[in-house]
């Protein structure tokens, strides 16, 4: 009999032993106060205050080809580049290593979890936020599954961010956490640029909007140009 995906988080977790800094609560709070993720891109990063803020439940929504998992890729390689741990819980099946790669992602410094459904996805997040010891972990969610958390779930899981000081970004094609979030992000496509004969991808313009910002004015919005060699989901 194969070990379920729980066992599965659990011995990872395991294997990664004192790699991991773990904290106590008052030393998360501490760390995480006023603490942001970058982007690396100067315009999104502008318009959320420096990133997207530590120890706080945040959200990119946006349809595909709308930048969503680009964005989410550019907090994982700026985060591992800087020596930190990070998660990807891709419910959606959608990761894809030799993308993330290309994007700068530090591969050695991301565990990717692979559970078979919301419930599964939000119990090995809960798990990875009691440790304390990652930057941030990204929750990527597909369409039919979405509306498999009630609210009382996204509150639970903010509460435990806020206790680990873990950034826990969720991704998905609508917003899901509705006021657990402390940020959302919508993405949308703009623009397709296109070069050569035949015509090949060279890159796409996005839009990203505040849609909900706790501290800080909502519905701003910046321009961002994606490159071919990134994910445009």
Do not use: N, Y
Not at 213 to 218: L, Q, V
């Amino acid at each position: 009999m194969s070990p379920t995906p729980d066992a599965r988080v659990d011995a990872l977790l395991r294997d990664l032993g004192s790699r991991l800094r773990r904290g106590s609560h008052e030393a998360a709070r501490q760390t995480s106060g006023g603490r942001r993720h970058p982007t690396g891109l100067a315009d999104v990063d502008a318009l959320l205050g420096g990133g997207f803020p530590a120890g706080r439940l945040c959200e990119i929504a946006g349809s595909l080809s709308s930048g969503r998992t680009s964005l989410a890729l550019a907090l994982l390689a700026q985060a591992t580049r800087a020596g930190e741990w990070t998660a990807f819980v891709d419910v959606a099946d959608a990761f894809d290593p030799s993308s993330a790669h290309a994007a700068g992602v530090a591969l050695p410094h991301v565990l990717w979890v692979r559970p078979q459904d919301s419930r599964q996805a939000a119990r090995a997040c809960a798990r990875l936020l009691e440790l304390r010891g990652f930057a941030l972990i990204a929750l990527d969610l597909p369409p039919p599954r979405q509306l498999a958390l009630p609210p009382a779930a996204w509150q639970r899981l903010a509460r435990a961010a806020a206790a680990s000081g873990t950034s826990l970004i969720v991704l998905s094609e609508q917003r899901l956490t509705g006021t657990s979030s402390s940020l959302v992000l919508e993405t949308r496509c703009a623009r397709a640029q296109w070069s050569g004969m035949p015509a090949l991808l060279e890159g796409l313009e996005i839009e990203a909007q505040v849609a909900r910002m706790r501290e800080g004015p909502a519905r701003r919005i910046a321009a961002v140009r994606l490159c071919a060699a990134s994910r445009a989901a």
